[in-house]
């Protein structure tokens, strides 16, 4: 079996970018969003989250599913990018 990419592609980096945007919008530090993530449910770390919105470290679909809640809007929101925010 062939080694899996680690690379993020480009609806991995726009989800990034959009997870910074919305929290930065909504006066949040990445340490407040990740307590509302955690709090759902979906342990993360200011560091993760970081990682996160800097795409070195994946968005896995429960992480987005929990981030999405926290800053309340849809996870489509965060994978279509900031324009549709």
């Known amino acids: 079996m062939a080694a899996r990419s ?3 592609g480009p ?4 989800t990034a970018r959009t997870i ?3 929290r ?3 006066g949040l530090a990445q340490r407040e969003l990740a307590a509302r993530v955690t709090a759902l449910g979906r342990p993360m770390t200011n560091t993760m989250l970081s990682r996160i919105e ?3 470290r ?3 679909i429960d992480d987005l599913a929990a981030i999405a809640e ?3 809007v849809s996870p489509l929101v965060l994978l279509q990018g900031s324009g549709t925010a």
């Open 6 to 8: 680690l690379e993020i």
């Open 11 to 14: 609806a991995g980096i726009r």
């Open 20 to 22: 910074e945007i919305l």
């Open 24 to 26: 930065t919008e909504r």
């Open 54 to 56: 800097r795409a070195q």
């Open 58 to 60: 994946r968005c896995d």
């Open 70 to 72: 926290a800053l309340v």
